[in-house]
C-alpha cells in the first residue's frame, strides 16, 4: 500500500527528460466503452508514490512527472507502464514505457507539456502491465490554471523557527503532494500593530511572534521563495483591527478604539494568556480613517521586505453592542469594507478576509477586493455546510472558489482525528463547491490556534485525504467554478431512501447542471450516521456501511451520450463509464444505470 504518512512518504520530483523508448501520443480522444477497474491484488504494491513538480501549473506548461515503485517479490519482472492525462473519459496526453523493475526500488522520471487551456482539472493515471494483465495502478490530479483564487486549495503554516532549511522542504513537498496552491503564514509577525521587526531598511534576523515563539528572516524568505516554485500564494495572517497593551508607545491612539460604552471608558480587547507578549489585544475602529492610514503603513512596510502575494485579514465575529470614542454605536460587520478596498489597492497586493462564523459575509459578497471567499465556520451540521457554500456561490458564480475553515473533533487535547468524520465533512465540502482549510504544518487543525494543535492523523486518513484532494483537482470543473446551476430533477435509488437534504438513515442526493451540457450528481450515503453535525467533538463518528450495485434512476434535462462514476473512495478517484439505458414514464425521460458503489460519497457525471 502507498504511503502517504508525511514522515514516511518517499517523495522524488526530477527536472530532466527520459522519453527515449517511450510511444507518445499527444491527442484528444474518447476513452470509449465501458471502463471497469478489476480488484488487483494488493493495490499500491508496486507504485509506491506518485507526485508532480508543482502545485498548480500555467496553460502549456510542462510537468515533470515522478513514480517510485519498488518490487515486494523475489524475481525481476518485464513491466510495461501506461501515462494517461484525462478530463473525464476524454484523453489528452497518452504514453507507455516497457521496463524492468529488479529487487530494491526505482524511480522513473518523464516530461510532458500540459494542453493550453486554462482553469482545467485532469487526472494523471498510472497502470502497470505485466503480460498485459494488470497489476497496479494511481491517480493524482493535475490543476492548469493562471491564477489559484478560481479553484483554491488553502493551508497554514505556523512554525518559523527551524534550523534546518530541509525542515520547510518537507512540509511543502507534502503541501505540494496535496495539492496546495495557497498558503496562510499564521502569526508569523512581530506584533500586530507593528507587523515588521526592525525596520525596511534594516530587517531584524529574528523575532518573537505574539506567543513568544522564534521566528527567523531565513526560514520566511525560504518558505516564500520555495512556495513560489511550487505555485504556491503567501498569504500574511493579521488582524484587522487589534493592538497590543504597550499600543500608544507606537503612535496610536485611544480615540481610534472601539468601546464597549459610550463613554470610552473602556476599550474592548480579546484576552490571551499572561505568558504571551500582550495578554489583551486591544481592538480599533476598523472605519476609523486614522487606524486605516496606520494600518495601511505598517503592512506596507511588512510587504515591502517579504515577498507575500496578499494579506490574510482576520476578524473576531460578533462583538456586541459595541461605540467608537465619540460614543456612537458601531456596526461592525458594515466597516470592514472600507478598508480592506483601500489595502488593496493602495498596496496592490491580494486580499483573503475572514468573516468569522458569517459575521460580515454579506457586506464582503459585493466587493472587489476578494481574492476568494473564506470563513471560519464554528457551528451546524452538514446542511448548514452546504447552505453557506450554495449562497455564497449564488453571490460570486464561481468565479472565486470559497474555503471553509472547519476545525474537527474540536475541544480534543489529545489523541487521533476520527477518521469517518473527517472523510464525511471533506465530502460535503467538495461535493458542494467548496474547499476546506485543515492542513497546517505537518498536521491537521482542531482549533482556531494553529500552533496548539495537538489531535493526530492516522496514515491511513492521510491516504484518503490525498485521495480526496486529487479528486477535487482532477474534477474541479464538475465540482465548482462557473456555470454551474442547481437542479430539481428528480433521483431514486430501488429500495433506498433518498432525500435533496443531510438525514439521518438515508442516501442524500443532490444534482447540478453545468454549462457544457452536462449533470452532476452528487451521493452521500448517511444510512447509518447516527448524526449530521460535522464537528464530531466526541470522536464517535461511524464509518459508513458501503453500498454496492445500488439501481438508480435519473429524470434528465438533456438526453445523456455517457455515465461517468468517480469517488474518492475508489480506485484512488479514477473515473469509469457504466452502461445505460433511456426510458419515460409519467414523470418525464429518465436514464438508469448501476453506481457501482457508494462508501462515503460517489458523484456521477451525465454527459
Given at each position: 500500500m502507498r504511503k502517504y504518512?508525511?514522515?514516511?512518504?518517499?517523495?522524488?520530483?526530477?527536472?530532466?527528460?527520459?522519453?527515449?523508448?517511450?510511444?507518445?501520443?499527444s491527442c484528444n480522444h474518447k476513452n470509449d466503452g465501458i471502463d471497469i477497474l478489476l480488484p488487483i491484488e494488493n493495490q499500491g504494491r508496486y507504485i509506491q508514490n506518485l507526485s508532480t513538480n508543482q502545485s498548480v501549473y500555467l496553460p502549456g506548461e510542462t510537468l515533470y512527472l515522478s513514480v517510485d515503485l519498488s518490487n515486494p517479490t523475489l524475481e525481476i519482472k518485464t513491466l510495461k507502464m501506461v501515462v494517461k492525462l484525462k478530463q473525464l473519459s476524454e484523453i489528452f496526453t497518452e504514453f507507455t514505457n516497457d521496463f524492468t523493475l529488479e529487487l530494491g526500488l526505482l524511480t522513473k522520471t518523464y516530461e510532458f507539456q500540459l494542453p493550453n487551456y486554462d482553469y482545467q482539472g485532469y487526472s494523471l493515471e498510472i497502470y502497470i502491465y505485466q503480460n498485459d494483465t494488470l497489476i497496479d495502478y494511481a491517480m493524482t490530479g493535475v490543476d492548469v490554471s493562471s491564477t489559484w483564487n478560481v479553484f483554491p486549495r488553502y493551508a497554514a503554516l505556523s512554525h518559523y523557527d527551524y534550523t534546518d532549511l530541509e525542515d520547510v522542504d518537507t512540509v511543502l513537498r507534502t503541501f505540494k503532494?496535496?495539492?496546495?496552491?495557497?498558503?496562510?503564514?499564521?502569526d508569523v509577525i512581530d506584533s500586530h500593530d507593528q507587523?515588521?521587526?526592525?525596520?525596511?531598511?534594516?530587517?531584524?534576523?529574528?523575532?518573537?511572534?505574539?506567543?513568544?515563539?522564534?521566528?527567523?528572516?531565513?526560514?520566511?524568505?525560504?518558505?516564500?521563495e520555495l512556495g513560489h516554485t511550487y505555485q504556491m500564494q503567501s498569504?500574511?495572517?493579521?488582524?484587522?483591527?487589534?493592538?497590543?497593551?504597550?499600543?500608544?508607545?507606537?503612535?496610536?491612539?485611544?480615540?481610534?478604539?472601539?468601546?464597549?460604552?459610550?463613554?470610552?471608558?473602556?476599550?474592548?480587547?480579546?484576552?490571551?494568556?499572561?505568558?504571551?507578549?500582550?495578554?489583551?489585544?486591544?481592538?480599533?475602529?476598523?472605519?476609523?480613517?486614522?487606524?486605516?492610514?496606520y494600518y495601511i503603513q505598517v503592512m506596507s512596510n511588512f510587504l515591502n521586505v517579504y515577498d507575500f502575494d496578499g494579506i490574510q485579514a482576520d476578524s473576531l465575529g460578533s462583538r456586541g453592542i459595541r461605540y467608537d470614542y465619540a460614543g456612537n454605536i458601531v456596526f461592525l460587520d458594515k466597516l470592514h469594507s472600507n478598508l480592506l478596498n483601500r489595502l488593496k489597492l493602495e498596496l496592490e497586493t491580494q486580499?483573503?478576509?475572514?468573516?468569522?462564523?458569517?459575521?460580515?459575509?454579506?457586506?464582503i459578497l459585493s466587493q472587489n477586493f476578494n481574492d476568494i471567499i473564506y470563513v471560519e465556520i464554528w457551528e451546524g451540521n452538514y446542511n448548514s455546510l452546504q447552505n453557506t457554500l450554495f449562497n455564497i456561490y449564488d453571490s460570486t458564480e464561481g468565479h472565486i472558489g470559497t474555503v471553509l475553515a472547519a476545525y474537527m473533533n474540536y475541544g480534543n487535547e489529545f489523541g487521533f482525528f476520527n477518521e469517518a468524520s473527517v472523510i464525511y465533512t471533506n465530502s460535503v465540502i467538495i461535493a458542494s463547491g467548496g474547499s476546506h482549510l485543515?492542513?497546517?504544518d505537518t498536521g491537521m487543525l482542531s482549533k482556531e490556534y494553529y500552533p496548539g494543535t495537538m489531535l493526530q492523523m492516522t496514515d491511513k486518513l492521510q491516504e484518503k485525504l490525498h485521495n480526496i484532494y486529487s479528486f477535487q483537482v482532477a474534477y474541479e470543473n464538475y465540482l465548482r467554478g462557473p456555470g454551474l446551476v442547481r437542479s430539481n430533477n428528480l433521483t431514486t435509488i430501488l429500495n433506498y431512501d433518498l432525500s435533496n437534504t443531510a438525514e439521518q438513515g438515508k442516501i442524500w442526493s443532490f444534482s447540478r447542471i453545468k454549462e457544457d451540457n452536462s449533470e452532476v450528481i452528487h451521493f452521500i450515503?448517511?444510512?447509518?450516521?447516527?448524526?449530521?453535525?460535522?464537528?464530531?467533538?466526541?470522536?464517535?463518528?461511524?464509518?459508513?456501511?458501503?453500498?454496492?450495485?445500488?439501481?438508480?434512476?435519473?429524470?434528465?434535462?438533456?438526453?445523456?451520450?455517457?455515465?461517468?462514476?468517480?469517488?474518492?473512495?475508489?480506485?484512488?478517484?479514477?473515473?469509469?463509464?457504466?452502461?445505460?439505458?433511456?426510458?419515460?414514464?409519467?414523470?418525464?425521460?429518465?436514464?438508469e444505470f448501476v453506481l457501482p458503489s457508494l462508501e462515503y460519497y460517489t458523484m456521477v457525471i451525465i454527459r
Amino acid at each position: 500500500m502507498r504511503k502517504y504518512g508525511y514522515y514516511s512518504r518517499k517523495i522524488s520530483v526530477f527536472f530532466f527528460s527520459f522519453i527515449l523508448g517511450l510511444l507518445i501520443m499527444s491527442c484528444n480522444h474518447k476513452n470509449d466503452g465501458i471502463d471497469i477497474l478489476l480488484p488487483i491484488e494488493n493495490q499500491g504494491r508496486y507504485i509506491q508514490n506518485l507526485s508532480t513538480n508543482q502545485s498548480v501549473y500555467l496553460p502549456g506548461e510542462t510537468l515533470y512527472l515522478s513514480v517510485d515503485l519498488s518490487n515486494p517479490t523475489l524475481e525481476i519482472k518485464t513491466l510495461k507502464m501506461v501515462v494517461k492525462l484525462k478530463q473525464l473519459s476524454e484523453i489528452f496526453t497518452e504514453f507507455t514505457n516497457d521496463f524492468t523493475l529488479e529487487l530494491g526500488l526505482l524511480t522513473k522520471t518523464y516530461e510532458f507539456q500540459l494542453p493550453n487551456y486554462d482553469y482545467q482539472g485532469y487526472s494523471l493515471e498510472i497502470y502497470i502491465y505485466q503480460n498485459d494483465t494488470l497489476i497496479d495502478y494511481a491517480m493524482t490530479g493535475v490543476d492548469v490554471s493562471s491564477t489559484w483564487n478560481v479553484f483554491p486549495r488553502y493551508a497554514a503554516l505556523s512554525h518559523y523557527d527551524y534550523t534546518d532549511l530541509e525542515d520547510v522542504d518537507t512540509v511543502l513537498r507534502t503541501f505540494k503532494d496535496f495539492h496546495i496552491n495557497g498558503l496562510m503564514y499564521y502569526d508569523v509577525i512581530d506584533s500586530h500593530d507593528q507587523p515588521l521587526a526592525g525596520d525596511t531598511l534594516h530587517p531584524d534576523e529574528s523575532w518573537n511572534t505574539i506567543n513568544r515563539s522564534l521566528a527567523t528572516k531565513t526560514v520566511l524568505d525560504y518558505y516564500i521563495e520555495l512556495g513560489h516554485t511550487y505555485q504556491m500564494q503567501s498569504f500574511v495572517y493579521n488582524l484587522l483591527f487589534g493592538g497590543y497593551e504597550s499600543y500608544v508607545t507606537r503612535g496610536i491612539k485611544p480615540e481610534w478604539g472601539l468601546y464597549v460604552d459610550p463613554l470610552h471608558t473602556t476599550q474592548d480587547f480579546h484576552p490571551l494568556p499572561s505568558s504571551w507578549e500582550t495578554s489583551k489585544l486591544y481592538l480599533f475602529n476598523p472605519g476609523d480613517v486614522n487606524w486605516q492610514n496606520y494600518y495601511i503603513q505598517v503592512m506596507s512596510n511588512f510587504l515591502n521586505v517579504y515577498d507575500f502575494d496578499g494579506i490574510q485579514a482576520d476578524s473576531l465575529g460578533s462583538r456586541g453592542i459595541r461605540y467608537d470614542y465619540a460614543g456612537n454605536i458601531v456596526f461592525l460587520d458594515k466597516l470592514h469594507s472600507n478598508l480592506l478596498n483601500r489595502l488593496k489597492l493602495e498596496l496592490e497586493t491580494q486580499i483573503i478576509f475572514n468573516p468569522v462564523d458569517g459575521y460580515g459575509l454579506d457586506e464582503i459578497l459585493s466587493q472587489n477586493f476578494n481574492d476568494i471567499i473564506y470563513v471560519e465556520i464554528w457551528e451546524g451540521n452538514y446542511n448548514s455546510l452546504q447552505n453557506t457554500l450554495f449562497n455564497i456561490y449564488d453571490s460570486t458564480e464561481g468565479h472565486i472558489g470559497t474555503v471553509l475553515a472547519a476545525y474537527m473533533n474540536y475541544g480534543n487535547e489529545f489523541g487521533f482525528f476520527n477518521e469517518a468524520s473527517v472523510i464525511y465533512t471533506n465530502s460535503v465540502i467538495i461535493a458542494s463547491g467548496g474547499s476546506h482549510l485543515e492542513l497546517v504544518d505537518t498536521g491537521m487543525l482542531s482549533k482556531e490556534y494553529y500552533p496548539g494543535t495537538m489531535l493526530q492523523m492516522t496514515d491511513k486518513l492521510q491516504e484518503k485525504l490525498h485521495n480526496i484532494y486529487s479528486f477535487q483537482v482532477a474534477y474541479e470543473n464538475y465540482l465548482r467554478g462557473p456555470g454551474l446551476v442547481r437542479s430539481n430533477n428528480l433521483t431514486t435509488i430501488l429500495n433506498y431512501d433518498l432525500s435533496n437534504t443531510a438525514e439521518q438513515g438515508k442516501i442524500w442526493s443532490f444534482s447540478r447542471i453545468k454549462e457544457d451540457n452536462s449533470e452532476v450528481i452528487h451521493f452521500i450515503n448517511l444510512l447509518n450516521t447516527t448524526s449530521i453535525d460535522w464537528v464530531d467533538s466526541k470522536r464517535i463518528k461511524m464509518a459508513p456501511v458501503p453500498q454496492t450495485n445500488l439501481n438508480v434512476k435519473h429524470y434528465y434535462s438533456l438526453q445523456p451520450t455517457e455515465i461517468i462514476v468517480a469517488s474518492p473512495d475508489r480506485y484512488e478517484g479514477i473515473s469509469l463509464n457504466v452502461p445505460y439505458t433511456l426510458g419515460s414514464d409519467a414523470f418525464g425521460n429518465y436514464v438508469e444505470f448501476v453506481l457501482p458503489s457508494l462508501e462515503y460519497y460517489t458523484m456521477v457525471i451525465i454527459r
